[in-house]
Every structure is written in structure tokens, then in C-alpha cells.
């Protein structure tokens, strides 16, 4: 099994920082891609960013310029720097990791973290 623990989440105002993390544990050969999804009330969950195995990074359009993603060196652990905060950046945001747990699987398989409540008021 592969846990995925999200830490970060907090209260603030428009225009300030948070950082968010993600530690994965458990049964892990290689982490292929680690990343974050959000769900606001009343709406579906949405990419935010990815990190893939080969250090390439993808955003949403509305977080370009505002948020980094980052990973450790082991690849076991990954960030979310979100800079100049939007009341729209507002959402649980769940951490994404596509795990490899043995050299011999050939398909990775998709873990989820419990999410961490992130919360920007105007």
C-alpha cells in the first residue's frame, strides 16, 4: 500500500503565499508522476500542476506565473508553491502520485491523498 500525506493547507488573504507538500510512503519502486488536483465547492475536481519522472512540469492556465511545482531528489516528495493567492485558488487540494511499486510492473498504479483545505479570502 502507498499513502500520500498532504500538509500546508491553511487560511489567508488575497495576495499572500502558502506552501503546500506531499509525502509518499509505502510500497514504491518509482514514482512515474506526482502532482495536484483541486475541488472548489460545487465544482469538479482539476488538474493545478504535474511533475513528470523527467523533471517536466505542467500548469493550469489560471495558476501560470503564480504557482511551482517542485519535487525532492529521491522523487519521493512533491511541493506546490502557490504565490499571489486568488479567492478563486480556494479548494481542497488533493495530492497525485502515479506509482511504480516493483521493477517488474508494467503499468503504474494512481494514488490519492486525503486532500488539504486551502482557503483565500478577498
Known amino acids: 500500500q502507498v499513502q500520500l500525506v498532504e500538509s500546508g493547507g491553511g487560511l489567508v488573504q488575497a495576495g499572500e503565499s502558502l506552501r503546500l507538500s506531499c509525502a509518499a510512503s509505502g510500497s514504491i519502486f518509482r514514482i512515474n508522476t506526482m502532482g495536484w488536483y483541486r475541488q472548489a465547492p460545487g465544482k469538479q475536481r482539476e488538474l493545478v500542476a504535474v511533475?513528470?519522472?523527467?523533471?517536466?512540469?505542467n500548469y493550469r492556465h489560471s495558476v501560470k506565473g503564480r504557482f511551482t511545482i517542485s519535487s525532492d531528489n529521491a522523487k519521493t516528495t512533491v511541493y506546490l508553491q502557490m504565490n499571489s493567492l486568488k479567492p478563486e485558488d480556494t479548494a481542497v487540494y488533493f495530492c497525485y502520485a502515479a506509482v511504480l511499486k516493483s521493477a517488474f510492473d508494467s503499468d503504474a498504479m494512481n494514488y490519492w491523498g486525503v486532500g488539504t483545505l486551502v482557503t483565500v479570502s478577498s
Open positions: 511533475v513528470y519522472g523527467s523533471g517536466t512540469t
